[in-house]
């Protein structure tokens, strides 16, 4: 076998030994949202299932928002954490993660405020008026969880960057038991409690996310490789979080700007009535699971190309990166395939409810067709991200999805000659993915040349 096949293989192991156990964290996290949905959508009554599975995306819409802008900010974690651990410099990784810790408490006002004003602003955006009160008790009670999840965010990434993912699998895996439990007893009321619905669903999941936070806390207090308390002095002052909230903040707008993208979707959705919004929500579910593997390969790829950066052996940071993409395009293609030959089985898994089943029919088809360049991506971004590289990013980002995808999509699901309706969005959406992803394959093009051309 020749040395460059040997590289590629010894590279594609630790990719996969990374990127597998990541990934099925990500799918047990998300699988946490679907139960919701699937508890929430076989109630008893109609109009009940309805308005729960409605109401339950609705809240979800305004809370995750900025939830994943807090995420975003918190995962400049990685490139931080594995150009330090390429470097062997441990004294940066604690440092990384002690000024993390009180951040958290910051990056979690965006909910908040989100929940104070999320009455007036679903009725801005004409959503049914059946849903919003629902929708809004459903969104005041998932945010005490918010800062726990924020916390085990903290947690997770550098153990991630350190390959230490026992931890992590154990504590998912508790706290899908956990919620599936707490769902069939809050929301459908078992075990002599009050059928709740959308609320229980909600209260449901704060309780989980205090769990995901403290449990990872107990498991991982020997494995992060730096001591969790007491916190460093300088990890306390308000100038330190600041200093890391700006270094993330590229981050967390390139998130933000990608999931509200797919929000603002979801509200034009709300027009066409809750059947439509469900119908979407089940296809987005449907998206958002088989986007987890390649997240996985992109968080392995930030972790893998960042540490060869901080090494500076930057032959290795090229193969990383092209490998990730890759990997990343081939896991979607199997997606693409279900969604494409079997789109009524899977929506029918969701929902028994055969008018939201109908439309979920017509979207999952166009989900089929971004996939695999969906793939592409986000797996370019997290090499990226681990290169160092985010502000471009987050322009990038903003190219695609809002000066192209949103417009894009509304004009064609209401203006004449088209007028779509529900499809028309979708295929916005798939305008956007393709786009952005032809200018992030550029970009990492660009910054892997400048990083592996030799200075004169």
């Given at each position: 076998?020749?040395?460059?096949?040997?590289?590629?293989?010894?590279?594609?192991r630790?990719q996969?030994?990374?990127?597998?156990?990541?990934?099925?964290?990500?799918v047990?996290?998300?699988?946490?949202?679907?139960?919701?949905?699937?508890?929430?959508?076989?109630?008893?009554?109609?109009?009940?299932?309805?308005?729960?599975?409605?109401?339950?995306?609705?809240?979800?819409?305004?809370?995750?928002?900025?939830?994943?802008?807090?995420?975003?900010?918190?995962?400049?974690?990685?490139p931080l954490?594995?150009?330090?651990?390429?470097?062997?410099?441990?004294?940066?990784?604690?440092?990384?993660?002690h000024?993390?810790?009180?951040?958290?408490?910051?990056?979690?006002?965006?909910?908040l405020?989100?929940?104070?004003?999320a009455?007036?602003?679903?009725?801005?955006?004409?959503?049914?008026e059946?849903?919003?009160?629902?929708?809004?008790?459903?969104?005041?009670?998932?945010?005490?969880?918010?800062?726990?999840?924020?916390?085990f965010?903290?947690?997770?990434?550098?153990?991630?960057?350190?390959?230490?993912?026992?931890?992590l699998?154990?504590?998912?895996?508790?706290?899908?038991?956990?919620?599936?439990g707490?769902?069939l007893?809050?929301?459908?009321?078992?075990?002599?409690?009050?059928?709740?619905?959308?609320?229980?669903?909600?209260?449901a999941?704060?309780?989980?996310r205090?769990?995901?936070?403290?449990?990872?806390?107990?498991?991982?207090?020997?494995?992060l490789g730096?001591?969790?308390?007491?916190?460093?002095?300088?990890?306390?002052?308000?100038?330190?979080?600041?200093a890391?909230?700006?270094?993330?903040?590229?981050?967390?707008?390139?998130?933000?700007?990608?999931?509200?993208?797919?929000h603002?979707?979801?509200?034009?959705?709300?027009?066409?009535?809750?059947?439509?919004l469900?119908?979407?929500?089940?296809?987005?579910?449907?998206?958002?699971?088989?986007?987890?593997?390649?997240?996985?390969?992109?968080?392995?790829?930030?972790?893998?190309?960042g540490y060869?950066l901080?090494?500076?052996?930057?032959?290795?940071?090229?193969?990383a990166?092209?490998?990730?993409?890759?990997?990343?395009?081939?896991?979607?293609?199997?997606a693409?395939?279900?969604?494409w030959?079997?789109?009524?089985?899977?929506?029918?898994?969701?929902t028994?409810?055969?008018?939201?089943?109908?439309?979920a029919?017509?979207l999952l088809?166009?989900?089929?067709?971004?996939?695999?360049?969906?793939?592409?991506?986000?797996?370019?971004t997290?090499?990226?991200?681990?290169?160092?590289?985010?502000?471009?990013?987050?322009?990038?980002?903003?190219?695609g999805?809002?000066a192209?995808?949103?417009?894009?999509?509304?004009w064609?699901?209401?203006?004449?000659p088209?007028?779509l309706?529900?499809?028309?969005?979708?295929?916005?959406?798939?305008?956007?993915?393709f786009?952005t992803?032809?200018?992030?394959?550029?970009r990492?093009?660009?910054?892997?040349?400048?990083?592996?051309?030799?200075?004169?």
């Open positions: 076998m020749s040395l460059s096949a040997s590289n590629l293989g010894q590279e594609l630790l996969l030994r990374l990127a597998l156990p990541i990934a099925f964290i990500q047990g996290m998300l699988m946490m949202g679907v139960v919701d949905m699937l508890v929430c959508g076989r109630l008893e009554d109609e109009a009940a299932r309805r308005l729960a599975v409605g109401a339950v995306s609705l809240g979800h819409s305004f809370t995750f928002l900025p939830l994943m802008f807090g995420m975003g900010i918190l995962m400049v974690l990685d954490v594995s150009q330090a651990l390429g470097a062997r410099d441990q004294d940066a990784v604690e440092r990384a993660v000024r993390s810790v009180p951040l958290t408490l910051l990056v979690s006002l965006p909910a405020l989100a929940v104070l004003f009455r007036p602003l679903m009725q801005f955006f004409a959503q049914p059946e849903l919003i009160p629902i929708a809004v008790d459903y969104a005041w009670s998932i945010l005490p969880g918010v800062p726990f999840f924020l916390g965010i903290v947690l997770r990434q550098p153990l991630q960057a350190q390959h230490r993912l026992r931890p699998i154990v504590v998912i895996l508790i706290a899908n038991l956990l919620n599936l707490l769902n007893i809050l929301v459908q009321g078992h075990l002599g409690a009050p059928a709740l619905g959308a609320l229980g669903s909600g209260i999941t704060s309780i989980v205090v769990a995901l936070f403290l449990l990872l806390a107990y498991f991982a207090r020997h494995q730096v001591p969790l308390w007491p916190l460093r002095r300088d990890a306390l002052s308000l100038r330190s979080a600041l890391l909230f700006w270094q993330g903040l590229p981050i967390g707008l390139q998130m933000l700007l990608e999931g509200g993208a797919f603002a979707i979801a509200l034009m959705m709300g027009w066409f009535g809750k059947n439509v469900s119908a979407h929500m089940v296809t987005l579910q449907y998206a958002a699971l088989s986007f987890m593997l390649p997240l996985g390969i992109s968080q392995a790829a930030a972790v893998r190309v060869e901080g090494a500076g052996r930057f032959d290795q940071m090229r193969r990166a092209w490998l990730a993409c890759a990997l990343g395009m081939a896991v979607m293609s199997v693409a395939i279900l969604f030959l079997i789109p009524e089985n899977l929506a029918w898994y969701m028994p409810d055969q008018a939201i089943v109908a439309i029919v017509q088809p166009i989900a089929a067709a971004f996939q695999i360049v969906d793939g592409l991506q986000v797996v370019a997290g090499a990226l991200r681990g290169a160092g590289d985010l502000r471009v990013a987050m322009l990038l980002h903003l190219l999805f809002w192209l995808g949103v417009p894009f999509g509304w064609l699901a209401f203006r004449e088209f007028a309706g529900p499809p028309g969005l979708w295929i916005g959406l798939a305008a956007a993915i786009a992803a032809l200018f992030m394959l550029l990492l093009r660009s910054v892997l040349n400048r990083c592996c051309t030799p200075t004169r």
